[in-house]
């Protein structure tokens, strides 16, 4: 036993020193190099493929629905005789020449390489069938048409284009889309179920009630580089499940009018691309009254009016400030004030220095032998909510200075015949501008306020035939000159528009009233 036992303690003794032995010879050795480990960084992935949603979508005929988001992605399925740009000046598209033989008569030369989507060719026999329509008077573009008395069709790619009366800057009335009349030959327009083919970048693959998929249009004429091959969009029965899609990542881009968006969507985790809306709010400042007919009366408003309250009060801050009827973006309005700032000293001081007296709690003057205070009714629609609170705004700050206002609430129908038989002294009021930088609303013959300045007159007459944009940039300019000197009405606030995108979606993304999609090609999802 004792044997055994001094057997097992030798071995151990010698595992021992050789395990010693080993551990000595690896600590001699030249330890490995260790290589650094090397991690390569993922490459983002390009999707061809872009996710809209659309909230209450009608039908994709652009002269039959109503919606304006629809009417947007119409924008390339569909194309025009002529198109607006971002800045809004027209650019043809369809038409390769627009000329103007007389003040009604208009000849248009097509483009004759251009193939509808089941490659059928374009002709004139189109744009005449798609002017008919318009003229129906049931679709969104019918006002495009309304001064069109005829059109005549010369050849397969030219046309004449006859109107009841001149048009100030008619080419912005042909930015309507063009549909096929042959694929409507043999039924009624307004009862079709078709869905209509384009000549745009984008075709219509398929269409259901839960969305449709655009590609890329084969038959195209302009073959250009894309880093997007389709299209598809998701239709919504109201904007909340629109917002709760984009949250949730199922859609990529959207547009929206709703002001408070980032109660809906929170704040981060997409960009928010806004502009400048059409809709344009201003006080109406009526010309035949004899103490507003006064240019340091209407000075003076100008000065006690602060818009920059009237904005945070009224809007929020969700709007601009807004002066002149083309500051929504177009070109021929690069000035962005009209030159008077809220000063409540200025105002007081431009009436003492007029001869106006501040008597009996009233400004007066003697005027053709009448004894003339700032005395005025301020018209206003009572179920328009946020002009009411303008009106109400106004009335304080003109009050504040001794202008004596009093509000008069009146409902559509009085407020409508107000504007018709002009019929205030002055009046908070709006419009949607138009793609046409055109100004007779506001100074033509017979506009709201009864202005009359003849320079401005003659002007607008010599703009109606100008094409020259930088002669037409000098005359426009002369326009805002003569209305910052004579303030004929005062702009107040502009409405804000936007769209939404996924941070994933790059490129230069530069929407405007017109089109949400200039620059597509150069999109990319990531």
């Not at 600590?27 to 949603?53: F, M, N």
């Not at 809906?264 to 059409?278: C, H, P």
């Not at 009448?370 to 009335?395: M, S, T």
């Not at 303030?487 to 939404?500: A, D, E, F, K, T």
Request: net charge negative.
């Amino acid at each position: 036993m004792k044997s055994w036992i001094k057997y097992g303690i030798v071995v151990v003794v010698i595992a021992i020193l050789f395990y010693t032995a080993y551990l000595v010879y690896k600590s001699k050795q030249k330890p490995e190099e260790q290589l650094p480990v090397v991690v390569e960084e993922a490459t983002p992935v390009e999707k061809k493929k872009l996710r809209i949603g659309i909230a209450g979508f009608d039908t994709i005929n652009p002269l039959v629905s109503k919606n304006k988001e629809v009417l947007q992605m119409a924008n390339l399925i569909y194309e025009p005789l002529v198109r607006v740009t971002e800045d809004y000046r027209t650019e043809l598209c369809l038409a390769k020449e627009i000329s103007r033989a007389d003040a009604m008569t208009y000849l248009v030369k097509l483009e004759n390489n251009v193939k509808w989507q089941d490659n059928t060719p374009f002709e004139a026999q189109d744009v005449q069938f798609t002017i008919d329509r318009l003229k129906e008077g049931k679709s969104i573009y019918s006002y495009n048409a309304e001064g069109i008395a005829s059109v005549e069709v010369i050849d397969k790619t030219t046309l004449k284009i006859h109107l009841n009366n001149p048009v100030s800057h008619f080419e912005y009335n042909l930015a309507f889309p063009i549909l096929s009349h042959a694929q409507y030959a043999e039924e009624d327009f307004w009862s079709s179920s078709k869905t209509p083919i384009g000549t745009g970048e984008f075709r219509i693959a398929s269409l259901e009630t839960s969305g449709m998929e655009l590609k890329r249009n084969e038959n195209y004429r302009k073959k250009e580089n894309s880093n997007l091959d389709q299209i598809n969009v998701s239709f919504f029965g109201s904007m909340g499940e629109v917002y709760n899609s984009f949250k949730m990542g199922n859609i990529d881009f959207f547009g929206t009018r709703n002001r408070e968006i980032e109660e809906y969507i929170g704040t981060m985790g997409y960009v928010k691309k806004e502009y400048k809306g059409r809709e344009f709010d201003f006080l109406a400042i009526n010309h035949e009254n004899l103490a507003l007919n006064c240019l340091e009366v209407r000075q003076a408003i100008q000065y006690a009016i602060d818009k920059n309250n009237m904005l945070s009060s009224v809007l929020n801050n969700k709007g601009y400030v807004a002066d002149f009827p083309l500051d929504y973006g177009c070109y021929l309005y690069k000035d962005g004030s009209m030159g008077a700032d809220y000063n409540t000293e200025k105002a007081k001081q431009v009436l003492v220095e007029n001869g106006w007296e501040y008597k009996n709690n009233r400004w007066q003057k003697l005027i053709d032998r009448r004894n003339v205070r700032l005395d005025f009714d301020l018209v206003v629609w009572k179920d328009n909510g946020e002009r009411l609170k303008a009106a109400e705004i106004i009335q304080e700050q003109l009050q504040a200075i001794g202008i004596k206002v009093t509000l008069r609430k009146v409902n559509n129908d009085q407020y409508n015949s107000c504007l018709q038989r002009k019929s205030y002294d002055l009046m908070v009021s709006g419009v949607y501008n138009s793609y046409s930088p055109e100004l007779d609303y506001f100074l033509g013959e017979g506009n709201i306020e009864n202005y009359i300045n003849t320079e401005v007159t003659t002007l607008l007459s010599e703009m109606q035939n100008i094409t020259d944009a930088k002669l037409l940039q000098e005359k426009m300019n002369r326009v805002v000159e003569i209305c910052k000197q004579e303030v004929p009405w005062i702009g107040l606030y502009r409405s804000q528009n936007q769209v939404i995108y996924s941070t994933s979606v790059m490129g230069n993304i530069t929407p405007n009233n017109y089109n949400y999609f200039y620059g597509i090609n150069s999109w990319v999802r990531r």
